[in-house]
């Protein structure tokens, strides 16, 4: 099967063709690094982590570069308050984002440039679209000549005429054009700043990706991706900067995930729904989380709320059942069973069917599905009387490749309360059933797990020894 991928610049699901045979060149657009990160950056962090674990689940080689903006206004101000410098301020939080994304399951990137470590990249940049007529200097700043880019627009599918109305020039700007943006920015007094032929001062937002995509993986690359919200102005500006120095395409596909809502509402700092991954993984398992960002197709909006995080919870508990329920039947089984083929074959239908998924653009909400349907067949397989290690070992196997690909684990040391419900509810129909066998196997498997059961005529008690 061949991937497709849904392609910004074109507004239409293409075959990915990476520019050399199995290898990807990735730029993911990372984070301003003033504070701790919210849900909103969580959600590209999984996205394009969960891309680069198909693509290589798939057999590309994938060179995955994401930057950190460790220099610019935010960082300024919150600098000023705080009464520290800049680069503390920067450090301290770039081991925060660590931290947060680590726990959601995320990979390092191939490598994590800094515009702080960048400066000389940029100022060459800047410098060569000012020679090449792109970009002028007016009073220590550079800006970029929009219009003498004719193809501005193309990604976000504006016209110039479109973006002249609402746009200004504002106080203290020198740009000759309210359209063209600021590639370097002349130092107020007390900024942290660098030197440059135009005077002391620092980058603006949009040439850093530009420079440091071209430093890491070239002129052209296989995927640009972040958030909806960067498709204009900053994906814009990257295309117009990068295309016009290179003269080649900037990037093949350009992949957007879409904005994500508190309770049905936009978040912002305004309406008091703003949430930090730092505070949210304190309650909430970050796997749980994960599964959550993952059970929406990337580029439809989701909503969060505490309700359908306990609801991803509950379902993310029913894998991890099955999983551990597995587990603890290997143990028990033999490889005598006469219908071993049927159901290897039945699994892996299973495992065809999830890459059919995420071979469309990557489908996780409908991969998730495949999984639970995996889950389903677990447990029907494991009412039988007698089960194959072959067959168990094939289920985990299942559970745990899909699992990496989606960047979450089911094995659990500590069974939760609602787990040890669900397994004395299955323990009731075992014996029910009259599969004595079944039943037993299950109060031993809780007994090992420290779970004291005790039958009354109140029904089924359990304690923790």
């Known amino acids: 099967m061949t991937i497709k991928l849904y392609n910004t610049l074109t507004r239409q699901k293409e075959t990915f063709e990476p520019l050399e045979a199995g290898k990807v060149k990735m730029y993911v657009c990372g984070p301003t690094v003033y504070n701790y990160i919210h849900i909103g950056n969580a959600r590209p962090a999984i996205v394009y982590d969960t891309?680069?674990?198909?693509?290589?689940?798939?057999?590309?080689?994938?060179?995955?570069?994401?930057?950190?903006?460790?220099?610019?206004?935010?960082?300024?101000?919150?600098?000023?308050?705080?009464?520290?410098?800049?680069?503390?301020?920067?450090?301290?939080?770039?081991?925060?984002?660590?931290e947060d994304v680590s726990a959601l399951g995320c990979k390092r990137a191939t490598i994590h440039p800094r515009v702080t470590e960048s400066?000389?990249?940029?100022?060459?940049?800047?410098?060569?679209?000012?020679?090449?007529?792109?970009?002028?200097?007016?009073?220590?700043?550079?800006?970029?000549?929009?219009?003498?880019?004719?193809?501005?627009?193309?990604l976000s599918h504006q016209s110039i005429d479109e973006l002249r109305l609402g746009n200004r020039?504002?106080?203290?700007?020198?740009?000759?054009?309210?359209?063209?943006?600021?590639?370097?920015?002349?130092a107020k007094e007390g900024e942290i700043s660098w030197e440059s032929p135009w005077g002391n001062g620092r980058p603006g937002w949009h040439i850093e990706c530009s420079a440091m995509?071209?430093?890491?993986?070239?002129?052209?690359?296989?995927?640009?991706?972040?958030?909806?919200?960067?498709?204009?102005?900053?994906?814009?500006?990257?295309i117009a900067q990068s295309e016009a120095l290179n003269q080649k395409p900037f990037a093949k596909y350009w992949m957007h995930n879409g904005y994500i809502n508190i309770n049905n509402e936009k978040m912002s700092k305004s309406l008091g729904n703003f949430v930090l991954v730092h505070d949210i993984i304190k309650e909430i398992d970050p796997q749980v989380v994960r599964f959550f960002m993952?059970?929406?197709?990337?580029?439809?909006?989701?909503?969060?709320?505490?309700?359908?995080?306990?609801?991803?919870?509950?379902?993310?508990?029913?894998?991890?059942?099955?999983?551990?329920?597995?587990?603890?039947?290997?143990?028990?089984?033999?490889?005598?069973?006469?219908?071993?083929?049927?159901?290897?074959?039945?699994?892996?239908?299973?495992?065809?069917?999830?890459k059919k998924e995420m071979d469309?653009?990557?489908?996780?909400?409908?991969?998730?599905?495949?999984?639970?349907?995996?889950?389903?067949?677990a447990n029907y397989y494991l009412q039988e009387q007698n089960t194959s290690e072959e067959v168990i070992q094939a289920f985990l196997n299942e559970f745990d490749q899909l699992?990496?690909?989606?960047?979450?684990?089911?094995?659990?040391?500590?069974?939760?309360?609602?787990?040890?419900?669900?397994?004395?509810?299955?323990?009731?129909?075992?014996?029910?059933?009259?599969?004595f066998a079944l039943a037993d196997e299950i109060r031993d498997k809780l007994k090992d797990l420290n779970i004291i059961l005790e039958d009354t005529p109140q029904g089924t008690r359990w304690k923790r020894s």
């Open 403 to 435: 699992g990496a690909v989606l960047g979450v684990k089911f094995a659990q040391a500590d069974l939760l309360d609602d787990e040890i419900d669900l397994m004395i509810e299955q323990r009731i129909q075992a014996r029910k059933d009259r599969n």
């Open 169 to 186: 020039i504002g106080v203290g700007e020198k740009k000759l054009d309210a359209l063209d943006f600021v590639l370097w920015k002349a």
């Open 360 to 377: 469309d653009d990557f489908n996780t909400a409908n991969a998730i599905s495949v999984l639970f349907d995996l889950s389903k067949q």
């Open 119 to 154: 400066i000389d990249i940029i100022i060459d940049f800047i410098q060569a679209l000012i020679d090449k007529g792109y970009a002028y200097e007016a009073g220590g700043d550079v800006y970029y000549k929009t219009r003498e880019f004719k193809e501005y627009g193309k």
């Open 51 to 98: 891309v680069r674990r198909y693509l290589e689940y798939s057999g590309y080689e994938v060179n995955f570069v994401s930057n950190f903006t460790d220099v610019d206004d935010k960082l300024i101000k919150a600098a000023n308050e705080l009464g520290e410098d800049v680069p503390t301020i920067a450090e301290r939080f770039i081991d925060a984002y660590f």
């Open 213 to 238: 995509a071209k430093k890491y993986l070239g002129d052209t690359i296989d995927i640009h991706a972040g958030g909806q919200d960067l498709t204009f102005p900053h994906h814009e500006n990257e």
């Open 294 to 354: 993952l059970s929406v197709h990337y580029r439809h909006p989701i909503n969060f709320s505490q309700d359908l995080l306990e609801s991803t919870k509950n379902a993310f508990e029913r894998l991890t059942t099955s999983y551990v329920n597995l587990q603890h039947r290997k143990n028990s089984s033999t490889n005598l069973t006469d219908n071993n083929g049927w159901w290897l074959s039945k699994i892996n239908e299973y495992h065809l069917q999830f």
